[in-house]
Antibody, heavy 122, light 110 residues
Framework: EVQLLESGGGLVQPGGSLRLSCAAS????????MTWVRQAPGKGLDWVSG????????YYADSVRGRFIVSRDNFKNTLYLQMNSLTADDTAIYYC???????????????WGQGTLVSVSS | QSALTQPASVSGSPGQSITISCTGT?????????VSWYQQHPGKTPKLIIY???DRPSGVSSRFSGSKSVNTASLTISGLQAEDEADYYC??????????FGTGTKVSVL
């Protein structure tokens, strides 16, 4: 069974940093592209970032480019999201999701993890 | 990248059919046949119900169907059931090699 388990969320001050992790199991992690999606409280889904299966290509939404860094460790079966210069607008549940196949492009997101909550506040 | 436009809410009676629209541009919905739809019940994680405009993942009810015309994709739920009450989001691949979600639609079963 495919499982994705996010961790690393919490309360951080504006301007601070946080690193999220997504531990994967039940599939050959390195052969699938992965993505991060967030959802602010009571709001809709917002695509954040993605990474190719071998980790050599990364992609970002304009709202996080230059502040967030996505990476993966295919030996540890773990996806990461390093979030820097956080603002209140980054407050959300952050979900990781598997994509279809190794390529990031022309794809969909399934399954999703349970999410981890990031709160940015002073 | 601006969010795709969906109606805020759609409602129907049990057994009826409803359709949710998802309007984008030629840079996303209109430019690619890579529209997917997600169902999210309150407090739950999103679930893929349609991919590549009109394909259904294994295990998803055939009451869900998808289509696209020019820059607008649509999700139709036939034979509406109480369990279909949820939020629905469309998503499209874009010309910028990114993805964009719709604004979301709350489906209510009267």
């Amino acid at each position: 069974e495919v499982q994705l388990l996010e961790s690393g969320g919490g309360l951080v001050q504006p301007g601070g940093s946080l690193r999220l992790s997504c531990a994967a199991s039940g599939f050959t992690f390195g052969t699938y592209a992965m993505t991060w999606v967030r959802q602010a409280p009571g709001k809709g889904l917002d695509w954040v970032s993605g990474i190719r299966g071998n980790g050599d290509s990364t992609y970002y939404a304009d709202s996080v480019r230059g502040r967030f860094i996505v990476s993966r460790d295919n030996f540890k079966n773990t996806l990461y999201l390093q979030m820097n210069s956080l603002t209140a607008d980054d407050t959300a549940i952050y979900y990781c999701a598997r994509m279809k196949g190794e390529s990031f492009h022309r794809n969909w997101f399934a399954p999703w993890g349970q999410g981890t909550l990031v709160s940015v506040s002073s | 990248q601006s969010a795709l436009t969906q109606p805020a809410s759609v409602s129907g009676s049990p057994g009826q059919s409803i359709t949710i629209s998802c309007t984008g541009t030629s840079s996303d919905v209109g430019g690619y046949n890579y529209v997917s739809w997600y169902q999210q019940h309150p407090g739950k994680t999103p679930k893929l119900i349609i991919y590549d405009v009109s394909d259904r993942p294994s295990g998803v009810s055939s009451r869900f169907s998808g289509s696209k015309s020019v820059n607008t994709a649509s999700l139709t739920i036939s034979g509406l059931q109480a369990e279909d009450e949820a939020d629905y989001y469309c998503n499209s691949y874009t010309r910028d090699n990114t993805y964009v979600f719709g604004t979301g639609t709350k489906v209510s079963v009267l």
